[in-house]
C-alpha cells in the first residue's frame, strides 16, 4: 500500500511521529510481556496496531491542550508527554506511580501534562471532556480538548448527549474516534446500526471526517486541521479513524475468533512498518529509525527495571488522597 | 461584646439562593449548570442570577443528566467550582456512572492529581404528591459511596451554611436540599458563613430519650417532640445536618445520657442510614449502655400517589410519637 505524504509533511514531522509510535509500541510490549510474565497486577489493554491515532493527534496538541482517554489508553497518554517512568510504575502498582498505585493501567493520568485520565467506563471520558472546554473557556484559556474514545463508545448516551452538549455551546473539543472494528469480542458493525460515527456525529450538526488510522501522516494531517478549526472557535469536529487492533481485548484474549487470514492482512497495513517504509523511501536513513526504535526499546526496559526494582506503596498510602473530611476524621 | 450578626427571616429556597448568591459574588470560579437554571430553576433557587452572572456561568443545559454530571466534574478538572443543579434526586439515576464511578474516584483513583471541587444538588424527598420517580430519598447509598460528602439540611440557616461550605470544599458534595422544606422560613445570617461538615444540631434538650433525624422529617419530629413533652417525656432531639461525614460524638453523648436511642427518616427503614447510626452506636457504647436502640422509617414499597396511600407508608408525626414510647416502654 502506497502511502503518499500530503504537502506540508517534512521528514523531520514524520520522525517525529515515528518516534512516539514506537515508543508507545516499546512501552506496551514491554508492559504485555511483564503482564505475561505474572510480574504486572490487574488487567492490561493494549492498542498495539493503533499507534498512529494518538501520535498523529496529540501532535497536533499544545502542552496545555488536555485529552481525556479510555482503557486502552497508554498510547494517548504517551503521546501527551506523560512520563513513562510514573507510567510504567503506575502500571506495576508501585510506589511513584502517576496514581500512587491506586490507578495502574485502567486509570492512568498526568494531569501534569494536560492527561485528565484514562477511564475504565466506555464513553465515561466524553461528558468530562466537554466539561474540560466549557471550564476552561470560562476560566480564559484557548486551550482545546480531544477526546479518545472507540467505536463502542458511540452506542452509549453519552455520546449523544456529548456532542450535542459541545455543539449546543460551540465548545473547543476535538472528538477523536478510534475505531479499531471491534467492541470487547464483538466486531463494532454487528452491534451498530447505520452509518457509524461521521453519520451521527453530522445528524447532530458536529462536523466530522474520516481517515486512515494506520497512517500516521494522515491522521496527522487531518487532525491538524480539525484542531485549528476547533481552536479559531468553529466549534467541535469529530475525527474518525480506522484502526485495527492486532492483539486481544486485554493481555488474555488471544482474539481467536478471528480468522487468520483478516489478522495477517491487518499486520500488512502496520503503521509503524508504514511509516518507516515511507520514510525509508523518501531517503530516511535506515539506520536513523533503528536507532530511534533501539533508543524506545531501551528506554522501556530501564522503565520496567526501575518500577520492578521500585518498593510498593506504604500500605498506609491506601488512606491518603481521601476527604479532607475522612482525614480530619483519622487524624 | 459584638453586636448581634444582622439576620434576616428567609424561606429555605430563599436561603439556598443567597448562599449561592453570596458565592458566586465572592468567587467567579463558581458557576452553575442545569435544566431550567437561567430561568431561574424548578424552585427559583436561582431567580435572578443569569441577569447578574450572564449565560457562561448560568448555563441552562439539555435534559442530559449523565453530561450535566460528567461536564461538571471535567469543569472541575480545569479549576472551576461548579454547582451541578440535578432539577430533583431521582433524575440523577441517569447519571450514576458519573457520579459513582468518576466525581466519587477521581481524587482518589488519581492519587490525588484531581480535586473534583463539584457540589451535586439534588433536591429530594416526598413533595406534592409526586409519586414513585420523584419522590425518592436514598441518601443511605451515598453514605455507603466512598469518596464524597453528604449534607442533607432541614432549615434556612442550616441550608445556607452548608452550601456555602460546600461550594468552598475542595471535594464533591452531595447535597440533598429537603424540597419539602423549601417554604419554612427562619433565620439567616446577612453574612453566610460555612457551616462545617460533621457537626449536628441539638434541636431541643431532653433526658429521656435521644431521637436523631436530617432533613424534611425534622419537622414532623419536633411535632412529636411537643407531644411527648406534653407527656412529660424530654427528648434529646439531634439533627445531623451531614451523613457523611458525620457527628457520631454529639450522638454518643446524647445516648449515653439518655440510654434510648431513635433514628427517625423518611427513607426506608431496611438498610437505611438509621441502621448505620444505630450499630455505631452499639458498637462505641456497647450494648449494655442502651436500653433501646431503634429506628423508624418507611416500608419498603416505592412511594405511591394518591394522598391517603402517600400517608399511609410515609413517616409522620403520630407515627413518631408512637416508636418512641415504644422505644420507652423498652
Redesign the interface.
Known sequence: MADTAPAGHNARRLVDLYRTMVRIRAFEETALAAHRAGLMPGPLHVSIGQEAVAAGVCLNLRPDDRITSNHRGHGHAIAKGAGIAGMMAELFGRAGGHCGGKGGSMHIADFSVGMLGANGVVAGGIPIAVGAAQGLRLIGSDAIVACFFGDGAINRGPFLEGLNWAALYRLPVLFVCEDNGVAAFTRADEVTAGAGAVARAQAIGVAAESADGNDAAAVDAAAGRLVAEVRAGGGPRLLHLRTYRLLGHTSTDAAAWRPEREVAEARARDPIARLRARLVDAGTPAAGLDAIAAAAAAEMTAARDAALAAPWPDPATAWTDVLDADRAGAA | MDAPAATETLTLVEAARRAALQEMRRDP?V?VLGEDVARGGLFGQYRGFLDEFGP??V?S??I?E??I????????????R?IIEMRIFDFAMCAM??LV??IAK?????????RPAVVVRMPHGIWRNSAAQHSQTLESWFAHL????VAAPSTPADTAGLLVAAIR???PVLFFDPKNLFGVSGKVPAEIAPLP??RARRVRRGDDLTMVAWSAILPDCETACAALAADGIGVDLIDLRTL??WDEDAVAASVARTGRLLVVHEAVQAAGFGAEVVARMVERLGPAALRAARRLGAPRVPVPFSPPLEEAVKVTAAKIVAAAKAALGA
Open positions: 470560579r458557576w457562561d456561568r448555563v443545559t439539555p442530559s449523565s453530561t454530571m460528567g461536564a461538571g466534574l471535567g469543569a472541575a478538572l480545569v479549576g472551576t461548579p456512572d458519573e464511578n468518576q477521581v481524587r482518589y483513583m488519581f492519587g490525588g492529581q484531581a466512598p469518596g464524597v460528602v470544599s475542595d471535594d461538615f460533621g457523611w461525614p
